[in-house]
Nanobody
């Protein structure tokens, strides 16, 4: 069984910063891509940022230059540093990871439970 546990959400004023963390635990042989998605009320879930096992990154245009994704492979943890935050960043943020549970198996996509981020104007 694999779990993704997020932390770091909360309320911040516009222009402020937050750092999200997501730790994977359980039966893990390897972790491929890890990422963050968000879903605002009444909107579809969207990709915020993604990072490969080798460190290549991909960002939504709306967060480029403000958000930074990183990972610590030794800790099976992915981070999202959010700076210069805007009210439109308000959403539930979900961690996502492609995890191989055992040698020779393919990967399975896992999701965290979500953490609320609210940016006040």
């Amino acid at each position: 069984q694999v779990q993704l546990v997020e932390s770091g959400g909360g309320v911040v004023q516009a222009g402020g910063a937050l750092r999200l963390s997501c730790a994977a635990s359980g039966s893990i042989f390897s972790i491929k891509a890890m990422g963050w998605y968000r879903q605002a009320p009444g909107k579809q879930r969207e990709l915020v940022a993604q990072i490969s096992s080798g460190g290549s990154t991909n960002y939504a245009d709306s967060v480029k230059g403000r958000f930074t994704i990183s990972r610590d492979n030794a800790k099976n943890t992915v981070y999202l540093q959010m700076n210069s935050m805007k009210p439109e960043d308000t959403a539930v943020y979900y961690c996502n990871a492609d995890i191989g549970p055992s040698r020779g198996w393919g990967t399975i996509e896992y999701w965290g439970q979500g953490t609320q981020v609210t940016v006040s104007s």
